[in-house]
């Protein structure tokens, strides 16, 4: 069952539809890559998908814990390697500094996060470097 269409709109810009949603996305080619620039890149998205992966297996763990999450907060980087052109690395800084929670729990909420399902996909040759500021 499709669950999401594409398109490439030319000029290094992709849009992708989610269907259940209707929600879209749009990728542009970063400048370094011949593109503008002017959206996420879908190594971007790469990046971003594991973060918010590794969020939402936190927020469940959470949830069933009783702990309240919100307003955890990543900072996120992308680095790229040129030969082949692919995601080194990528570095992930999660920070809550009010985080109620015990210790038991806070390392409950790192292997949440270092076991969903886009840490899994990513080849081993990808360098997932994450910190947990709580």
């Given at each position: 069952?499709?669950?999401?269409?594409?398109?490439?709109?030319?000029?290094?810009?992709?849009?992708?539809?989610?269907?259940?949603s209707?929600?879209?996305?749009?990728?542009?080619?970063?400048?370094?890559?011949?593109?503008?620039?002017?959206?996420?890149?879908?190594?971007?998205?790469?990046?971003?998908?594991?973060?918010?992966?590794?969020?939402?297996?936190?927020?469940?763990?959470?949830?069933?814990?009783?702990?309240?999450?919100?307003?955890?907060?990543?900072?996120?980087?992308?680095?790229?390697?040129?030969?082949?052109?692919?995601?080194?690395?990528?570095?992930?800084?999660?920070?809550?500094?009010?985080?109620?929670?015990?210790?038991?729990?806070?390392?409950?909420?790192?292997r949440?996060?270092?076991?969903?399902?886009?840490?899994l996909?990513?080849?081993?040759?990808?360098?997932?470097?994450?910190?947990?500021?709580?």
């Amino acid at each position: 069952m499709v669950s999401m269409t594409g398109i490439y709109e030319g000029s290094l810009r992709t849009s992708v539809k989610h269907l259940k949603s209707g929600n879209t996305i749009v990728t542009d080619a970063p400048p370094d890559n011949n593109g503008r620039g002017e959206a996420f890149s879908p190594t971007d998205l790469t990046c971003a998908s594991l973060n918010s992966c590794m969020m939402t297996l936190m927020g469940i763990l959470a949830n069933r814990e009783g702990i309240d999450l919100t307003g955890l907060t990543s900072d996120i980087t992308k680095i790229m390697a040129s030969d082949p052109r692919k995601i080194a690395e990528v570095k992930i800084v999660f920070t809550h500094p009010s985080l109620v929670a015990t210790d038991v729990q806070k390392e409950k909420l790192k292997r949440a996060a270092m076991t969903c399902p886009v840490a899994l996909s990513l080849s081993d040759t990808v360098v997932q470097t994450i910190t947990f500021n709580f």
